[in-house]
């Protein structure tokens, strides 16, 4: 079993920073997909970013993207302290949800597959709040 823990959300302005931090257990991290979601009041959770081995080589990744954060957020790991990451620059009001990390183990024969689908992955955090004021 893997357990996800979030941390640094918060209240910021817009135009403002985070950085979210998503600890993993588990001794496999560098096999994991790490995904990051949001769920806004009212609405579904939806795929924000996600880091997934590429195919360049068993501890080379790459990550992807909402059309909505591109250019803002960006998504990083560091696997030898089990953590991912979700930089977090020029919010919006928009912005303002609870982020959640997700995690899937990918096989080396899905390297180059980033999963979007929230169905895809198998462990999730317990979700951290991000409120921007306008």
């Known amino acids: 079993q893997v357990q996800l823990v979030e941390s640094g959300g918060g209240l910021v302005q817009a135009g403002g920073s985070l950085r979210l931090s998503c600890a993993a257990s588990?001794?496999?991290?560098?096999?994991?997909?790490m995904g990051w979601f949001r769920q806004a009041p009212g609405k579904e959770r939806d795929f924000v970013a996600a880091t997934s081995r590429s195919r360049s080589g068993d501890y080379v990744y790459f990550a992807d993207y909402a059309d909505f954060v591109i250019g803002r957020f960006t998504a990083s790991r560091d696997n030898a302290k089990n953590t991912a990451f979700l930089q977090m620059n020029s919010l919006k009001s928009e912005d303002t949800a609870v982020y959640y990390c997700?995690?899937?183990?990918?096989?080396?024969?899905?390297?180059?597959?980033?999963?979007?689908?929230?169905?895809?992955?198998?462990?999730w955090g317990q979700g951290t709040q991000v409120t921007v004021s306008s």
């Open positions: 997700a995690a899937v183990t990918l096989e080396s024969s899905r390297s180059g597959y980033i999963p979007k689908s929230e169905t895809e992955y198998d462990y």
């Open positions: 588990g001794r496999t991290f560098s096999t994991y997909a």
